[in-house]
């Protein structure tokens, strides 16, 4: 079964990459200037070392020394949301032709120099980012960032590998989203319940949008965001702080800045009522989504709220021991697979999703009435000491053995800077959700989890022979591609 939040790509790609992991918002910068170093800690482990370059590159180092290898990620505040009508998937799109060759580069030798170097390398593309990253031996280092800053400024874009490459992103959009279902029920889910947020829209763009798309597009939007001023360089592993901030300088320091960007948020309005919608498709089961608009760090009124939110979902969805799992799969029977998520982790306000499949021989309202009385029971009764104490120790640990990767913790770090809320907030988790209280999940739940905030979609299976079904989307968190 597809979860929608948890495919964000931070978690696709881990996948990156929604998820997804929690941080509180109260923190401020540690930057003092242009060409200031400061020094924070990392949940308790080595400090993470930063330094803005004269022309507005961000470079965050956290040295990792357990194995010889480092993880060099380029995160670029663009993505999906920041698109308008009549582009979208734009970013998506150049995101695929960033491997198609510089002006001194040829397509493809990008990925060759990487791969002779013994490294692995990727990239992908969210709501809010779009991210590149190269793991190698530690030694190595300077290949990245040698390519990186060619890429930054100097992408050739040729018209001949962009009539190729469209076509590529054509088949990605119907084999991920026309061809599937869950998919396709997602999009239109999302184009129903936000009335104007950016978030209503695809990553991978909608296909008239595709169709019409053409290289001097993409040309345009590369100008105007893929600039030193809006990006973060991250380097985690095997490395002197020091050494890589001198790299950083050598290689990425003479690049341009590029327009000061501040774009303008779409904020959603409230909803005054519930939505519903069908989604016929070809398909062997029906299948539910159910969400409810709630705030992101960025926007919560109260810094706990989030926080809140994220135990909330854990009491329903957190393992064979939560209530989903031991009372609707387990014990009544009436769901197939259900499942929750939450991403505190967006740059705008989101939603709290649920989606499952019901048993066979369960109605899919039958499996809506048992997750509604589940939720009823979040809003009536406290979730006990003991529940709290299991689930919020699960919780934690799981955040705390992400960290035992150099990846996961420069995805991090990169995805805090780009979303606005500053990288030191990954300090924060482990005490905030430790401290959510019971009153706080029902606060939440009472506030939230109401009808006149929901929006319900319910895919209504079409014989699988059908040919003809509704066209669709990516999954929230974007793509990782093979290139």
Do not use: C
Request: charged content about 25%; cysteine-free.
């Amino acid at each position: 079964m597809m979860k929608p939040l948890f495919a964000t790509a931070l978690v696709s790609v881990l996948a990156a990459l929604a998820v997804q992991p929690l941080f509180a918002a109260e923190a401020g910068s540690a930057i003092a200037g242009n060409g200031a170093l400061s020094n924070g800690s990392f949940a308790n482990g080595p400090k993470v070392h930063e330094r803005v370059l004269d022309n507005g590159l961000k470079v965050l180092v956290k040295r990792d020394d357990r194995a010889p290898i480092v993880t060099s990620q380029v995160w670029y505040k663009v993505g999906s949301s920041y698109e308008h009508g009549g582009v979208t998937g734009v970013s998506h799109a150049l995101e695929h032709m960033m491997f198609k060759g510089t002006e001194r580069l040829a397509p493809g030798q990008f990925s060759r120099i990487i791969a002779e170097h013994g490294g692995d390398e990727n990239a992908f593309t969210g709501r809010d980012y779009t991210a590149y990253f190269q793991t190698l031996a530690a030694d190595r280092l300077e290949v990245a960032f040698e390519l990186e800053a060619d890429r930054m400024r100097n992408l050739a874009l040729p018209a001949d590998e962009f009539a190729k490459e469209i076509e590529v992103v054509k088949e990605e959009r119907r084999l991920r989203t026309d061809d599937d279902p869950e998919a396709l029920a997602f999009e239109q889910f999302n184009a129903t319940a936000y009335a104007a947020s950016p978030y209503r829209n695809p990553i991978i763009g909608w296909q008239s949008d595709l169709d019409v798309m053409n290289v001097e597009t993409l040309r345009d939007w590369y100008q105007m965001w893929y600039a030193p001023n809006n990006a973060t360089l991250v380097v985690v592993g095997d490395v002197d702080p020091t050494e890589v901030f001198a790299l950083a300088e050598q290689h990425f320091g003479p690049l341009e800045s590029g327009p000061a960007l501040q774009p303008r948020p779409r904020a959603e309005p409230v909803q005054r009522g519930e939505k519903r919608l069908s989604v016929a498709a070809p398909a062997k089961e029906p299948y539910l989504l159910m969400g409810w608009k709630t705030p992101a760090l960025a926007d919560a009124e109260q810094g706990w709220e989030p926080y809140a939110l994220e135990m909330l979902v854990s009491v329903l969805d957190a393992g064979a021991s939560s209530r989903f799992s031991r009372d609707l799969v387990r014990g009544d029977r009436v769901a197939a697979s259900v499942g929750a998520s939450y991403n505190a982790f967006n740059r705008l306000s989101g939603m709290l999703l649920i989606d499952g499949t019901p048993a066979k021989g369960v109605s899919v309202a039958a499996l809506e009435e048992a997750i509604l009385v589940q939720l009823e029971r979040l809003k009536s009764e406290l979730v006990t000491d003991q529940e709290l104490a299991r689930i919020r120790s699960q919780l934690i640990a799981g955040k705390v053995y992400e960290r035992d990767s150099v990846f996961y913790q420069a995805m991090l770090l990169g995805q805090l800077e780009t979303v606005g809320l500053g990288w030191e907030l990954v300090d924060e988790t482990v005490e905030q959700l430790s401290a959510v209280t019971p009153e706080q999940i029902q606060r939440v739940a009472q506030r939230y989890l109401t009808q006149e905030n929901r929006t319900v979609a319910l895919l209504q299976p079409q014989a699988m022979e059908a040919a003809d079904a509704p066209p669709a989307t990516t999954m929230t968190g974007g793509a990782r591609h093979v290139h």
